[in-house]
């Protein structure tokens, strides 16, 4: 007698937690897309912070602008403050701990754990982004025709789907869940292009050339730390 496929249904407390998810995450979307840059200091201000830290370089806080450092005459402003990343990576870890959710005090954990370890993450995240960003903008680029724009952009898709697939790595190691490339990959391409086509962004060949970019670098990404991981296991044979 063959065994049947019996998927377990969602509780009350699953379906409360991805609701709770979409209000959070629209929530947000709308605060970041109406707030000024002041109005960002929650998650601007620590930003600054750890990059200042990093760097050693003092960024000064300017009204209605942001952090600007007259030392490297960068400015860390509105589009730098990694609330899209925030999203994914909040979305990303409430679906990984979504079994979890099976009381009111397990669907409350999975919601507060999400949101506070995407707040952090979101920070150090960004504020790699921005230290590497530096010292790009630092660097005399003679050897590549890509402007000062798409190496920006190629660098923020790199870091932010690869700080995606770090955190996901994590959370699914302590709690011994099974790893997939498919929920940070989804998430990802959600909040960078699923999202902005609903808000009714218009689909221009600007966009196009932008969305090209962010369908093609993750999954190249995704092969690279496979093919490293396949190398390094072929080469460092298991005891």
Not at 37 to 52: E, F, K, N, R
């Amino acid at each position: 007698m063959k065994a049947k496929l019996r998927l377990r249904p969602a509780t009350a407390g699953q379906v409360g937690v991805l609701a709770v998810v979409a209000m959070v995450a629209f929530g947000l979307k709308r605060h970041y897309a109406d707030a000024t840059t002041d109005a960002l200091s929650w998650i601007l201000t620590p930003t600054a912070h750890v990059v200042g830290l990093v760097t050693g370089v003092a960024f000064a806080a300017v009204p209605g602008e942001g952090y600007f450092s007259a030392e490297r005459m960068f400015l860390i402003e509105k589009a730098c403050a990694g609330v899209n990343f925030m999203i994914a990576a909040f979305a990303m870890v409430a679906f990984a701990l979504l079994h979890h959710a099976r009381s009111f005090r397990g669907s409350a954990a999975v919601v507060g754990l999400s949101l506070l370890a995407s707040y952090v993450a979101a920070i150090v995240v960004n504020a790699v982004r921005i230290v590497i960003a530096m010292w790009l903008a630092a660097q005399p680029m003679l050897w590549t025709t890509l402007t000062s724009a798409d190496i920006h952009r190629l660098e923020g898709i790199a870091v932010y789907f690869g700080g995606l697939l770090l955190m996901y790595a994590l959370v699914q190691r302590l709690d011994r869940g099974e790893f997939t490339y498919a929920l940070p990959l989804g998430c990802y391409y959600f909040v960078t292009l699923g999202v902005p086509l609903v808000n009714g962004t218009r689909a221009g060949e600007a966009f196009f050339a932008h969305a090209a970019i962010v369908l093609f670098l993750p999954p190249a990404l995704i092969l690279f730390v496979c093919g490293t991981r396949w190398l390094v296991s072929a080469l460092v044979p298991s005891a």
